[in-house]
């Protein structure tokens, strides 16, 4: 089964940049949906990013469309998330996820019991100070 670990949270100011990454072990990304999931200090749950299995471009949360960026390179087997000009409200904890089935928009939960067949990290903190 394959297991995901993130990488690269850290606490930065408002309009700086970071960039996470998610590794995969005993799988692959390759043929899977796969995303980024955030949820908030206020426990808001949100899918921030896709990239379908397909061809079908990445898609994204309209509160970080143009500041983030979605990438996955299936050698050597990495997710990679590119926050720009970053605010206090993307302050969350991150997941990558695999298998996705969602479109990005507010999810009921991020709790363990509501991910369903999805699998996901062990998230990374992002903090963004005013």
């Known amino acids: 089964e394959v297991q995901l670990a993130e990488s690269g949270g850290a606490s930065v100011q408002t309009g700086g940049s970071l960039r996470l990454s998610c590794t995969a072990s005993g799988g692959t990304f390759d043929g899977r949906d796969v995303g980024w999931y955030r949820q908030t200090l206020g426990n808001e749950c949100e899918l921030v990013a896709t990239?379908?299995?397909?061809?079908?471009?990445?898609e994204y949360l309209d509160s970080v469309k143009g500041r983030f960026t979605i990438s996955k390179d299936n050698a050597p087997n990495t997710l990679t998330l590119e926050m720009t000009s970053l605010k206090p409200e993307d302050t969350a904890i991150y997941y990558c996820a695999a298998d996705v089935l969602y479109r990005p928009g507010t999810m009921p939960s991020c709790s363990p019991r509501d991910r369903g067949l999805e699998v996901w990290g062990q998230g990374t903190l992002v903090i963004v100070s005013s």
């Open positions: 990239i379908p299995a397909d061809t079908t471009p990445p």
